[in-house]
């Protein structure tokens, strides 16, 4: 029997039609990336600078521009540009206190860099349970499990089955959508755990009003080819705190020591600092970020009222009091087998649709992590899609809807 065969059997949802619906909201003609990126700005003006003053690599004033740019936007007092995000990760881990031995709370649902960033530092990454409506970390369901398995020894919880500290929380925004941070907060504090944000997808959400990405002692943003913003490829460490962003600053250029002409290190760095080349394409980038949320958060809207209203079709929606970006719009279908129908239709038609990424408990690295009960994220999972959701496709979807 096929997948499309089965999902008959689930009354009222038709993937052929929602596919077709998708389609024809879409422009007509081309294939449709998840996430394409958009230079529709000072992006040649500023790259053409650096080639032409030779200032393309370590050092040089767009780096600075860039990290000023970003503290500003997330509300943070300091900002440092690195290679990636997944690099940000590693780093942010680093300044967090995580050590090799210890365990470090992630969510199963979420991209593997999260849980990889834990490895990069000796650390086991600890799978935890998504909420139904944020699709990130689930705070209550996080407090609940480490009732079961935690105790404090020391001042210092630790995992009672395996010994290790617990010494961390990532909570991911899952493509933007902001996790409950004060529910989080209170969970963390009472756990003592450090909170490192994920907001690599995130970049110009809002919690309550405060930017996603300041919440954590420390946060992290990515600038992949398929995010909001892209430098082609960079990431950046946020913080508040003075000592952890020299800190972060240090261990990303080497640990070199400031001298005019000696080369001196005083502990193991990393060369993680992002090129002017590509904080140049970043201040373009940044300088249309309001512009790039708000074509974003139509064509969210326009999924919300097109899709929304199909028999077996579940939207996902910003949750309550926040402001999200979008980054990725996802429809909820009823069962794996209806996702999977879903996904065949809409690749027949031209769409690149995406399912989630595959869960961090099943990949062979981390299948033998520590977890809680999963659930919620499997059937997340099992019953999500991923819209074409970039800047030019949404601009260009309204360009032929208003003429
Ligand atoms: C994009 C992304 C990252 C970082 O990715 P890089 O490609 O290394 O910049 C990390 N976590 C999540 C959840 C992401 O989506």
Redesign the pocket.
Known sequence: MTAASRAAAVPGFDPEGVATVLRALLPAGDRHALHEPCFAGREWDYVKDCLDTGWVSSVGAYVDRFEHMLAERCGVARAIAVV????G?HIALRLAGVRAGDEVLVPTL??V??ANAVSYCGAVPHLVDSCPTTLGLDPRRLDRHLATIAATVDGQTVNRDTGRPLRAVVP?HVFGHPVDMDGLAEVAARWRLVIVE?A??ALGSLCHGRPIGSFGEVGVI???GN?VVTTG?G?AILTNRGDLADAARHLTTTAKLPHPWAFDHDQLGYNYRLPNLNAALGCAQVEQLDGFIAAKRRLARLYQERLGALPGIEVVAEPAGCRSIYWLNAVLTPDAASRDALLRACHERGLMVRPAWSLMHRLPMYRECPRADLSVAEALEARMVCLPSGVALARAVFAETTG
């Open positions: 990636n995000g997944t690099a990760l979420t991209f860099a999260t991911m994920d690599a997808e990515s600038f992949n995010k490829g990431g």
